[in-house]
C-alpha cells in the first residue's frame, strides 16, 4: 500500500460531475507525480467510511471498500465534523487538534498588565464551555528565566570571593545601609 498527500481544496458537491472531475483530476496528478518517481500499480481499492467512497472507486476502476459505514466504532463521519467542528473536537486526534488550534502570545513590558490580560482571556475562553474550556495557560515564564539566570550570574561573580567578604552576605550589605 501507498499513501499519498496532497492538497485538495475543491469545494465539496457529490451532485456535481464538474466538482466530482476536480477532485479525481488532483488524485491522478498526484498519482502521476508520485509514479515518476516510484512506479506502482493501479488504484485497485478505495477505502471510504462515506457513501461517496462507491463513486471514487467507480471512477478509479477500483473496488469499493466500506470501513466502519455504520459508525460503531468511531460515531462521526467527516461530513459531520466538518460541519461543525467543535461539536465533533473530542474525535479529532491530537496532532490535528494540535493543528487548528490557536495560540495567543500576549508580551509587553513588565508590569504593563500582561499577566492579568492573559489570565483575563483564558477564563473568559474557558467560561465558554464546550472544546473551549480545555483552554489552557501558561505562566510567565520571562520573569523567572531572568531572576534565575542574575542568581546563577551572581553565583559566579562571587564564588571566588572569601566568604566574609563585603556583598556575599545579604545581612552584612543590609545592615550597611544598602536595603
Keep these: 500500500m501507498r499513501v499519498l498527500a496532497g492538497l485538495d481544496d475543491v469545494p465539496i458537491d457529490y451532485e456535481s460531475s464538474a ?56 460515531p462521526v463521519s467527516g461530513t459531520a465534523a466538518r460541519s461543525d467542528l467543535f461539536a465533533h473536537w473530542h474525535f479529532l486526534p491530537p496532532p490535528v487538534r494540535a493543528g487548528l ?37 501558561v505562566a510567565e515564564y520571562g520573569r523567572q528565566y531572568s531572576a534565575d539566570l542574575q542568581a546563577r550570574q551572581r553565583a559566579q561573580n562571587l564564588s571566588h570571593l572569601p566568604s566574609d567578604s563585603p556583598g556575599t552576605n545579604w545581612t552584612s550589605a543590609r545592615s550597611a545601609g544598602c536595603s
Design 19 to 74: 466538482i466530482w472531475d476536480a477532485h479525481e483530476k488532483i488524485m491522478v496528478d498526484l498519482i502521476g507525480v508520485a509514479d515518476a518517481i516510484d512506479p506502482w500499480p493501479q488504484v485497485d481499492a478505495v477505502f471510504s467510511s462515506e457513501s461517496y467512497g462507491q463513486e471514487m472507486a467507480r471512477r478509479f476502476g477500483a473496488t469499493a471498500v466500506g470501513v466502519d459505514p455504520k459508525r460503531s466504532t468511531y
Design 101 to 137: 488550534c490557536r495560540r495567543v502570545v500576549v508580551v509587553g513590558a513588565e508590569s504593563s498588565g500582561t499577566t492579568t490580560l492573559s489570565v483575563d482571556l483564558h477564563k473568559a475562553l474557558v467560561s465558554r464551555g464546550g472544546p473551549w474550556d480545555r483552554t489552557r495557560w
